[in-house]
């Protein structure tokens, strides 16, 4: 019996430590000044931030203070658009500056009306957000936009645009919908188009035409599908990362060989568009283009760039594109190359039977007659044993 008391009167002993080790832990964080405790409030999840008012008066009203909002709906089924539409709109009156929203999947919200003419925002990451046409925007601050899954049309773009006079970046990331894109404000220097969300199937290509003459930075990357960037005035442009895939609409044998005469057209534009610019960066699928360009015999435009960066998979045709595109390169200073492995090598009909015609090409001859004067850096960066055996 005495064993027994003495057991429990160890487990009050216990618990009474940790509950004193508790709150001497907390008188320790609330002798920190309050910036530094907001700064800490600031980094939880908003609803957490709230619930720190009950530890003791000078908590109470420390969270009314944090500069960062979280909400975390934890059922998106009872979130709903109208609770969202209010914190977004407590957050706008607040006078938030960064605003980052991801809508769940089975989700698409409308933005509150307060949002379309928020004077504070700096930047702002939206997904899956439905734009209201029957409002203007007015974000006169704004200087970064990123944009993700949502469907834009020409006049959403133009509406977007004129509402952003002090806009330095702009990214699209799964963007549809719009096939112009007009930048004529000279503050917007960096643009990023990351895949496109292609919706149809019927073999038909689409397009976007890009007249940007202030823009100094663009990237283009991810899967494309059948869907093609044209540009038409990127004349201020000093780097330009061209890293996408497109992808041959082979189920439709009839336009194939168009299709592929239209994606060589492009490449040669892109070159000569592009072949002022400083840093350049490409990926396979150009590179495989411009191989059968050089199997056509066409001359490629030369290219002025000082810093070019290769970033490709593994395949005997990317190495005949890369040869071609060092020997258009003669003011080469610093050479990356990015090799990887590609794991589905697919290619149509009309592409193998492209690529057959230089089967029995040396890739030493293709090269032989490089020179690269100015070239000081070259770095490699390979996938090591794989890369070897494929």
């Known amino acids: 019996m005495a064993s027994r008391n003495k057991k429990n009167g160890d487990s009050s002993s216990s618990n009474l430590g940790s509950k004193n080790g508790v709150e001497e832990t907390l008188d320790h964080i609330s002798q920190l000044p309050d910036a530094i405790l907001v700064q800490i409030l600031s980094l939880l999840p908003t609803e957490d931030a709230v619930a720190s008012c009950v530890l003791s008066k000078r908590w109470r009203y420390l969270w009314t203070s944090i500069y960062n909002f979280l909400f975390v709906a934890r059922n998106y089924k009872k979130a709903e658009n109208f609770r969202i539409s209010q914190w977004l709109s407590f957050a706008v ?5 960064n605003l980052v929203f991801y809508s769940p999947v089975d989700l698409t919200s409308v933005l509150p009306l307060s949002i379309y003419s928020s004077s504070s925002l700096i930047a702002l990451e939206l997904t899956r957000w439905v734009f209201d046409k029957r409002w203007v925007i007015v974000w006169n601050s704004l200087k970064s936009l990123n944009l993700h899954l949502i469907g834009l049309d020409d006049d ?5 645009l004129s509402g952003c006079p002090a806009l330095e970046t702009l990214e699209l990331r799964l963007f549809r919908g719009f096939h112009r894109l007009e930048i004529t404000s000279s503050n917007l220097k960096k643009l990023i188009l990351t895949g496109y969300l292609n919706l149809r199937d019927d073999g038909i290509m689409e397009s976007l ?4 003459p202030h823009l100094q930075h663009m990237e283009i990357s991810g899967d494309l599908g059948h869907f093609m960037c044209r ?3 990127v004349s201020s442009l000093v780097t330009a990362s061209l890293t996408f895939e497109i992808t041959c609409i082979a189920m439709f044998e009839d336009t194939c060989g ?3 005469q239209v994606s060589r057209n492009l490449v040669m534009d892109y070159l000569e568009k592009l072949s002022h610019v400083t840093q350049l960066r490409i990926g396979s699928w150009l590179a495989e283009v411009v191989f059968m360009l050089q199997l056509d015999g066409l001359p490629l435009p030369e290219l002025r760039c000082k810093c070019l960066t290769l970033e490709m998979n593994v395949t005997k045709y990317n190495l005949y ?3 071609s595109l060092l020997r258009i390169s003669p003011l080469l200073e ?3 190359i990015h090799l990887g492995v590609e794991l589905i090598n697919y290619h149509c009909g009309f592409e193998l039977s492209y690529f057959d015609k230089g089967v029995n090409i040396i890739l030493q001859n293709w090269i032989s007659n490089i020179v690269f004067p100015s070239l000081k850096n070259v770095k490699i960066v390979g996938c090591g044993e794989e890369c070897s055996n494929n």
């Open 321 to 323: 594109g890369v040869a």
């Open 258 to 260: 168009d299709y592929h």
């Open 156 to 160: 959403n773009i133009v509406n977007l």
């Open 334 to 336: 610093t050479l990356n």
């Open 93 to 97: 009156e607040r006078k938030v500056e």
């Open 209 to 212: 035409e890009i007249i940007a």
């Open 231 to 233: 540009l038409v005035n």
